[in-house]
C-alpha cells in the first residue's frame, strides 16, 4: 500500500518561506515521478509542481515558476517544496501525489492527505 505521509505546513507571512516534506511508503521510491498539488478554499486542486525519477526533469505552475523549487532524496524516499516569496494566493492544502510513471506524475493517483499553509498579508 502506498503511503504518502508529508509534513512541513503552517502559518507564514507574505513575503516568508516554508519548507514542505513528503515521506513516500510502500514501494520503489526512486522508480517514479513525484509532484506536489495544492486546493484553496472554493476552489479546485491544481498542479504544483513534478520530478521525474532521477531528480534531473522539474515542472512547475507559472504561478510558483522561480518561487518553489521541487527536489528529491531518493535515498530517504522523500520528495520536498521548498516555497519562498509566498503570497496570499498561496494558501491552500498542500498535497504530495505521485502515479506509476517515472517522467510526470499526470493525473495522479496516490495522495497524501494534504499539509495547510497559510499565509497572511
Known amino acids: 500500500q502506498v503511503q504518502l505521509v508529508e509534513s512541513g505546513g503552517g502559518l507564514v507571512q507574505a513575503g516568508g518561506s516554508l519548507r514542505l516534506s513528503c515521506a513516500v511508503s510502500?514501494?520503489?521510491?526512486?522508480?517514479?515521478?513525484m509532484g506536489w498539488f495544492r486546493q484553496a478554499p472554493g476552489k479546485e486542486r491544481e498542479f504544483v509542481a513534478d520530478?521525474?525519477?532521477?531528480?534531473?526533469?522539474?515542472y512547475y505552475a507559472d504561478s510558483v515558476k522561480g518561487r518553489f523549487t521541487i527536489s528529491r532524496d531518493n535515498a530517504k524516499n522523500t520528495v520536498y517544496l521548498q516555497m519562498n516569496s509566498l503570497k496570499p494566493e498561496d494558501t491552500a492544502v498542500y498535497h504530495c501525489?505521485?502515479?506509476?510513471?517515472?517522467?510526470?506524475?499526470?493525473?495522479?493517483?496516490?495522495w497524501g492527505q494534504g499539509t495547510q499553509v497559510t499565509v497572511s498579508s
Open positions: 501525489v505521485t502515479d506509476n510513471s517515472p517522467a510526470r506524475v499526470g493525473t495522479p493517483r496516490y
Open positions: 520530478i521525474d525519477w532521477r531528480g534531473g526533469k522539474t
Open positions: 510502500g514501494r520503489v521510491f526512486s522508480a517514479y515521478a
